[in-house]
């Protein structure tokens, strides 16, 4: 026999829920880009070729010479000339000393004569020698400055805004539970009741 009566009432709620979201601002802005180019530069330094032509000896193959050595070649021709002059001057002496052996003065100045009228001939092509000629070659030095790209960037700044999910929950009955008694009471000692029949 049940003496209890257990009624139960379930719990009642309701679930709101929300996701989480993540929002982008200025989703529509590009990124840009700048380009600051430079271009490829050549740097040339040249030297042109230096030609030294010396003429000096040139010129004095033709007797065209400078004044001083003109003045110095004068001089030792003259002393040549001098010398050789005193040389003649010598032997013609001695020759006329020699009367006494027989030579007569008139024969010695006759020699002296003879000789100096000959005259030897000679061809000489003028000038005799070239001029010289010294040089130094030409340079060209090239310095090459590659060309130069700078970029720079400028990206488009995503702001995101995360935005967290929600969960609500709403109780609209809360669960119970109800128990009855639904026996009568007991004495004890059960001769207390005043419904006690005595078997």
């Given at each position: 026999?049940?003496?209890?009566?257990?009624?139960?009432?379930?719990?009642?709620?309701?679930?709101?829920?929300?996701?989480?979201?993540?929002?982008?601002?200025?989703?529509?802005?590009?990124?840009?880009?700048?380009?600051?180019?430079?271009?490829?530069?050549?740097?040339?330094?040249?030297?042109?070729?230096?030609?030294?032509?010396?003429?000096?000896?040139?010129?004095?193959?033709?007797?065209?010479?400078?004044?001083?050595?003109?003045?110095?070649?004068?001089?030792?021709?003259?002393?040549?000339?001098?010398?050789?002059?005193?040389?003649?001057?010598?032997?013609?002496?001695?020759?006329?000393?020699?009367?006494?052996?027989?030579?007569?003065?008139?024969?010695?100045?006759?020699?002296?004569?003879?000789?100096?009228?000959?005259?030897?001939?000679?061809?000489?092509?003028?000038?005799?020698?070239?001029?010289?000629?010294?040089?130094?070659?030409?340079?060209?030095?090239?310095?090459?400055?590659?060309a130069d790209t700078q970029t720079?960037?400028?990206?488009?700044?995503?702001?995101?805004?995360?935005?967290?999910?929600?969960?609500?929950?709403?109780?609209?009955?809360?669960?119970?539970?109800?128990?009855?008694?639904?026996?009568?009471?007991r004495y004890v000692p059960p001769?207390?009741?005043?419904?006690?029949?005595?078997?």
């Amino acid at each position: 026999m049940n003496l209890l009566k257990i009624q139960t009432t379930a719990v009642e709620y309701q679930l709101r829920i929300e996701r989480p979201k993540l929002e982008m601002q200025n989703a529509m802005d590009y990124a840009k880009v700048q380009l600051q180019t430079t271009p490829t530069k050549i740097n040339m330094k040249s030297e042109n070729i230096k030609v030294d032509i010396d003429t000096t000896d040139m010129r004095r193959s033709m007797n065209l010479v400078h004044t001083g050595e003109m003045l110095k070649n004068q001089a030792e021709k003259g002393e040549q000339q001098a010398d050789k002059t005193v040389a003649e001057m010598k032997a013609f002496a001695k020759q006329v000393g020699q009367i006494q052996d027989g030579v007569k003065i008139s024969e010695v100045v006759s020699q002296k004569i003879l000789a100096g009228g000959r005259k030897e001939s000679f061809t000489a092509f003028l000038p005799s020698v070239g001029p010289t000629i010294s040089w130094e070659p030409g340079d060209l030095q090239k310095q090459v400055v590659p060309a130069d790209t700078q970029t720079d960037w400028q990206l488009n700044k995503k702001v995101l805004d995360y935005v967290p999910g929600k969960v609500e929950l709403i109780v609209n009955q809360r669960p119970e539970v109800d128990i009855e008694y639904i026996g009568g009471f007991r004495y004890v000692p059960p001769s207390s009741d005043p419904n006690y029949e005595e078997k």
